[in-house]
Protein backbone atom coordinates (compact mmCIF):
# COMPACT_ATOMS: atom_id res chain seq x y z
CA UNK A 1 0.00 0.00 0.00
CA UNK A 2 1.24 3.20 -1.17
CA UNK A 3 2.29 6.16 2.21
CA UNK A 4 -1.35 7.97 0.55
CA UNK A 5 -3.26 5.36 1.17
CA UNK A 6 -2.34 4.22 4.12
CA UNK A 7 -2.74 7.71 5.53
CA UNK A 8 -6.31 8.08 3.94
CA UNK A 9 -6.61 4.64 5.68
CA UNK A 10 -5.34 5.58 9.49
CA UNK A 11 -6.71 9.04 9.25
CA UNK A 12 -9.50 9.44 7.36
CA UNK A 13 -10.65 12.81 8.95
CA UNK A 14 -7.96 14.28 8.65
CA UNK A 15 -7.60 13.37 5.10
CA UNK A 16 -11.07 14.13 4.30
CA UNK A 17 -10.45 18.61 5.64
CA UNK A 18 -7.06 18.09 4.03
CA UNK A 19 -8.61 17.88 0.45
CA UNK A 20 -11.36 20.21 1.73
CA UNK A 21 -9.05 22.86 2.89
CA UNK A 22 -11.10 23.26 6.01
CA UNK A 23 -8.62 22.60 8.61
CA UNK A 24 -8.53 24.52 11.74
CA UNK A 25 -5.26 26.72 13.07
CA UNK A 26 -5.01 26.97 16.74
CA UNK A 27 -2.50 30.03 18.70
CA UNK A 28 -0.07 28.66 21.02
CA UNK A 29 0.78 31.07 23.41
CA UNK A 30 3.87 29.96 24.86
CA UNK A 31 5.52 26.43 25.87
CA UNK A 32 6.52 25.60 29.24
CA UNK A 33 9.37 23.58 29.57
CA UNK A 34 10.25 23.14 33.07
CA UNK A 35 6.80 22.36 33.88
CA UNK A 36 8.17 19.13 35.68
CA UNK A 37 9.24 20.35 38.86
CA UNK A 38 5.93 22.55 39.54
CA UNK A 39 3.10 20.52 38.33
CA UNK A 40 4.72 17.48 40.26
CA UNK A 41 4.52 19.41 43.69
CA UNK A 42 1.04 21.53 43.11
CA UNK A 43 -1.19 18.72 43.39
CA UNK A 44 0.62 17.53 47.02
CA UNK A 45 -0.02 20.96 48.97
CA UNK A 46 -3.09 21.78 51.02
CA UNK A 47 -2.14 26.11 50.15
CA UNK A 48 -1.27 27.38 46.73
CA UNK A 49 2.45 28.58 46.56
CA UNK A 50 3.87 29.99 43.26
CA UNK A 51 7.13 28.99 42.84
CA UNK A 52 9.64 30.92 40.08
CA UNK A 53 7.31 30.13 36.91
CA UNK A 54 4.17 31.56 38.66
CA UNK A 55 6.27 34.92 39.17
CA UNK A 56 7.71 34.84 35.54
CA UNK A 57 4.04 34.53 34.30
CA UNK A 58 3.11 37.64 35.81
CA UNK A 59 6.06 39.56 34.43
CA UNK A 60 5.89 42.12 31.34
CA UNK A 61 9.84 42.36 30.66
CA UNK A 62 12.36 40.24 30.71
CA UNK A 63 14.63 42.67 33.34
CA UNK A 64 11.39 42.12 35.57
CA UNK A 65 11.45 38.51 35.27
CA UNK A 66 15.48 38.73 35.59
CA UNK A 67 15.07 40.48 38.79
CA UNK A 68 12.14 37.79 40.36
CA UNK A 69 15.24 34.87 39.42
CA UNK A 70 17.99 37.00 41.44
CA UNK A 71 15.57 37.50 44.38
CA UNK A 72 14.14 34.10 44.26
CA UNK A 73 18.18 32.78 44.01
CA UNK A 74 19.36 35.16 47.17
CA UNK A 75 16.05 34.09 49.30
CA UNK A 76 17.40 30.13 48.44
CA UNK A 77 13.91 29.61 46.68
CA UNK A 78 15.91 28.44 43.95
CA UNK A 79 19.09 26.97 43.54
CA UNK A 80 22.52 28.49 41.34
CA UNK A 81 21.73 25.66 38.81
CA UNK A 82 18.17 26.25 38.19
CA UNK A 83 18.89 29.95 38.07
CA UNK A 84 20.97 29.18 35.50
CA UNK A 85 18.54 27.16 33.82
CA UNK A 86 15.76 29.64 33.81
CA UNK A 87 17.92 32.48 32.81
CA UNK A 88 19.16 30.58 29.70
CA UNK A 89 15.35 29.74 28.77
CA UNK A 90 14.71 33.20 28.84
CA UNK A 91 17.71 34.67 26.78
CA UNK A 92 17.26 31.70 24.09
CA UNK A 93 13.03 31.37 24.13
CA UNK A 94 11.97 34.47 25.72
CA UNK A 95 9.53 35.62 28.53
CA UNK A 96 6.33 33.54 27.52
CA UNK A 97 8.37 30.30 27.04
CA UNK A 98 7.17 29.96 30.07
CA UNK A 99 3.49 30.71 29.49
CA UNK A 100 0.91 32.86 28.83
CA UNK A 101 1.20 36.35 30.93
CA UNK A 102 -1.31 35.73 34.21
CA UNK A 103 -3.04 38.91 35.22
CA UNK A 104 -3.81 40.29 38.18
CA UNK A 105 -6.67 38.36 39.95
CA UNK A 106 -6.00 35.34 37.89
CA UNK A 107 -6.62 32.75 40.82
CA UNK A 108 -9.87 34.54 41.38
CA UNK A 109 -10.98 34.36 38.12
CA UNK A 110 -10.12 30.52 37.07
CA UNK A 111 -9.21 29.00 40.42
CA UNK A 112 -5.27 27.70 41.73
CA UNK A 113 -5.67 24.27 39.82
CA UNK A 114 -6.07 25.63 36.54
CA UNK A 115 -4.11 27.20 33.93
Known amino acids: MSEDGEF ?8 RELKENTTKTY ?3 G ?3 MSEE ?6 EKSAFEPDVVDYIR ?3 TMSQAMEIVEFLLK ?4 TSPQAKEI ?3 LNTEGLRSFGAKKE ?6 HGVGEE
Do not use: A
Not at 38 to 43: C, D
Open 87 to 89: KSQ
Open 58 to 60: RCD
Open 27 to 29: RID
Open 8 to 15: RKEFPTLN
Open 104 to 109: KDHYLH
Open 31 to 33: VRT
Open 38 to 43: SESTKS
Open 75 to 78: QNEI
